[in-house]
């Protein structure tokens, strides 16, 4: 089966989503099942991961009650605090659920650049894996020094790296990512995302073309096997004019240069990662 392995859904609220700004009008009404099901059925995908996009439990309730409702959810990414004491009981709480399989908290926002280090979040983390839960990455590309030291303290953890690290599009792969995405693919138990390419790009000029260097890169440092294609839909509206052309983008790129690799990256490296059923 093929997998979208990362996009989000929402009931709109400026509220709760105060990321969404005014100059994101494309994002600010709601985004359901209903909206998702019509594009991957075009596109042949069978099923999809949905992840968190506010840091909410009651968000990740939510997700949860759409995967009772709509069989092409395989899956659920939440928020817990992982920074709180009674992580592990929270942890606990969703074991009734074998949809919910895994965390993310959105460090890219978060003020202190070295988030991933503090003592109070590595031990949430830590406690994941233990209860067979799997964590994404979401970070900025000049975030993946840390990473790399993050990546040493939780040896175990099974991680995925969201948008390929989000390094910056225009002018090609910079030193610093390439270094660093190549490090952090050293570490096994580390996969990676093939998702949230075209909003790092100039969101009104960019080139399928454009993106190929890093993806020529992520194969040859994770191989097929630890990648996984993600539309990062609805989100990708602000540079793509349709879902469509998001996942085409990876998907071309696939049948030019690596036609062997398109099983794995359209799903089976998805459905081994988050052990979908």
């Given at each position: 089966m093929r997998i979208d392995a990362h996009q989000?859904?929402?009931?709109?609220?400026?509220?709760?989503?105060?990321?969404?700004?005014?100059?994101?009008?494309?994002?600010?009404?709601?985004?359901?099942?209903?909206?998702?099901?019509?594009?991957?059925?075009?596109?042949?995908?069978?099923?999809?991961?949905?992840?968190?996009?506010?840091?909410?439990?009651?968000?990740?309730?939510?997700?949860?009650?759409?995967?009772?409702?709509?069989?092409?959810?395989?899956?659920?990414?939440?928020?817990?605090?992982?920074?709180?004491?009674?992580?592990?009981?929270?942890?606990?709480?969703?074991?009734?659920?074998?949809?919910?399989?895994?965390?993310?908290?959105?460090?890219?926002?978060?003020?202190?650049?070295?988030?991933?280090?503090?003592?109070?979040?590595?031990?949430?983390?830590?406690?994941?894996?233990?209860?067979?839960?799997?964590?994404?990455?979401?970070?900025?590309?000049?975030?993946?020094?840390?990473?790399?030291?993050?990546?040493?303290?939780?040896?175990?953890?099974?991680?995925?790296?969201?948008?390929?690290?989000?390094?910056?599009?225009?002018?090609?792969?910079?030193?610093?990512?390439?270094?660093?995405?190549?490090?952090?693919?050293?570490?096994?138990?580390?996969?990676?995302?093939?998702?949230?390419?075209?909003?790092?790009?100039?969101?009104?000029?960019?080139?399928?073309?454009?993106?190929?260097?890093?993806?020529?890169?992520?194969?040859?440092?994770?191989?097929?096997?630890?990648?996984?294609?993600?539309?990062?839909?609805?989100?990708?509206?602000?540079?793509?004019?349709?879902?469509?052309?998001?996942?085409?983008?990876?998907?071309?790129?696939?049948?030019?240069?690596?036609?062997?690799?398109?099983?794995?990256?359209?799903?089976?490296t998805a459905t081994q990662f988050y052990q979908?059923?």
């Amino acid at each position: 089966m093929r997998i979208d392995a990362h996009q989000h859904f929402w009931e709109y609220d400026p509220v709760a989503y105060p990321w969404i700004s005014e100059a994101m009008p494309k994002l600010r009404k709601d985004h359901l099942p209903t909206d998702l099901s019509p594009l991957l059925k075009e596109e042949g995908i069978g099923g999809c991961v949905a992840v968190q996009a506010r840091q909410s439990p009651e968000e990740t309730d939510f997700l949860l009650h759409l995967t009772q409702q709509y069989a092409f959810i395989k899956g659920v990414v939440g928020w817990i605090d992982l920074q709180a004491p009674d992580v592990a009981q929270t942890l606990g709480h969703y074991q009734s659920n074998p949809l919910l399989k895994g965390i993310r908290h959105i460090v890219q926002d978060e003020p202190d650049d070295e988030f991933l280090l503090r003592p109070d979040f590595l031990r949430g983390v830590q406690k994941l894996g233990q209860q067979g839960y799997t964590y994404d990455i979401l970070v900025f590309e000049r975030h993946l020094p840390v990473v790399l030291k993050f990546l040493d303290a939780c040896p175990d953890q099974p991680f995925v790296l969201d948008h390929l690290g989000k390094p910056t599009i225009e002018g090609g792969p910079s030193p610093l990512w390439k270094d660093h995405i190549r490090s952090i693919a050293a570490h096994p138990n580390v996969y990676c995302k093939l998702s949230g390419l075209v909003t790092e790009a100039d969101w009104n000029n960019w080139q399928r073309e454009d993106f190929y260097p890093f993806l020529d890169i992520a194969m040859e440092a994770f191989g097929p096997e630890r990648l996984m294609i993600g539309s990062d839909w609805p989100v990708c509206l602000l540079a793509a004019d349709s879902y469509h052309e998001t996942v085409n983008v990876v998907q071309m790129y696939l049948q030019q240069y690596a036609p062997e690799a398109q099983p794995a990256i359209l799903g089976a490296t998805a459905t081994q990662f988050y052990q979908l059923n």
